[in-house]
């Protein structure tokens, strides 16, 4: 079965940075694209980020500049690095990939930015 467990949201302040991680398995990680989305409260989910398995990658307009997006396919794990975070980037952010790209997630993890 494939899982996907993400981790380490938690409470910032503006202006500060934390790292994502996604841990996937049930799948060929490696030949896998990958990709971050977020939600917050009341709205609906939004694209973060993506990456292919060659490297390639794809941030959408609000973070672009701020975030960035990796993968460690030996550890079947992909990250995704936010700094200079502002309160609007708070939300829940959840990992998807594999052949069920979009259907597969993970449980999410909160991101609460906040003075």
């Known amino acids: 079965q494939v899982q996907l467990a993400e981790s380490g949201g938690g409470l910032v302040q503006p202006g500060e940075s934390l790292r994502l991680a996604c841990v996937g398995s049930?799948?060929?990680?490696?030949?896998?694209?990958m990709g971050w989305y977020r939600q917050a409260a009341g709205k609906e989910r939004e694209f973060v980020a993506g990456?292919?398995?060659?490297?390639?990658?794809y941030y959408g307009d609000h973070v672009k500049g701020r975030f960035t997006i990796s993968r460690d396919n030996a550890k079947n794990t992909v990250y995704l690095q936010m700094n200079n975070l502002k309160t609007e980037d708070t939300a829940v952010y959840y990992c998807?990939?594999?052949?069920?790209?979009?259907?597969?997630w993970g449980q999410g993890t909160l991101v609460n930015v906040s003075s």
């Open positions: 990456i292919f398995s060659d490297g390639t990658t």
């Open positions: 998807t990939g594999g052949k069920r790209l979009l259907e597969d």
């Open positions: 049930g799948f060929t990680f490696s030949s896998s694209k």
